[in-house]
């Protein structure tokens, strides 16, 4: 199967259906010298996302604001307020408390992008579902893998 073909699939089943388009047309893909199996998307010095061995993709928040154009794609993303924004872009966890609004399709170990105002500002793994998240008050409701302070991306 094509390499970018692959990717495409892979970004509509976890996303929904069209987010692939959204990708870009000159990104680039590294491979597994041990194995041959796709490693890495960048487009120019961007890292766009990572192959799991598990078939998901690790995205990035660079990515993941080229991919926030599409509304089925913001259906895998959260809303957070003012006093947590600061905590999220160093790589703290996002609570419940601070959710202010939560797409459709967040769930339970699913990759959520995080937003403040509509820009990206962090991308981690749900531990709640959307009906969890908005129900309770305390507890984590995203682990954060990777903020706009731990990446250079400048978003």
């Not at 390499?3 to 976890?14: G, H």
């Not at 507890?139 to 731990?150: E, N, P, Q, T």
């Given at each position: 199967m094509d390499?970018?073909?692959?990717?495409?699939?892979?970004?509509?089943?976890?996303f929904g259906q069209?987010?692939?388009?959204?990708?870009p047309k000159d990104a680039m893909i590294t491979y597994?010298?041990?194995?041959?199996?796709?490693?890495h998307v960048h487009q120019?010095?961007?890292?766009?996302?990572?192959?799991?061995?598990?078939?998901?993709?690790a995205i990035t928040p660079f990515f993941a604001q080229m991919l926030i154009k599409s509304k089925k794609f913001k259906e895998n993303c959260l809303g957070i307020d003012d006093?947590?924004?600061a905590f999220v872009q160093e790589g703290s966890s996002v609570f419940c408390k601070?959710?202010?609004w939560c797409g459709k399709n967040v769930m339970i170990g699913g990759d959520v992008a995080v937003l403040h105002n509509n820009k990206v500002i962090a991308?981690?793994?749900?531990?709640?579902?959307?009906?969890?998240?908005?129900?309770?008050k305390k507890?984590?409701?995203?682990?954060?893998?990777?903020?706009?302070?731990?990446t250079n991306s400048g978003v």
């Open positions: 390499s970018v073909l692959k990717i495409k699939y892979t970004l509509d089943a976890l069209g987010v692939s388009k959204y990708l597994s010298k041990n194995t041959g199996r796709i490693k120019n010095d961007n890292l766009l996302c990572t192959l799991r061995t598990d078939g998901g993709l006093d947590s924004k601070h959710v202010t991308v981690g793994k749900a531990v709640l579902s959307t009906r969890m998240i908005l129900s309770f507890g984590v409701a995203v682990k954060i893998r990777d903020s706009l302070k731990s």
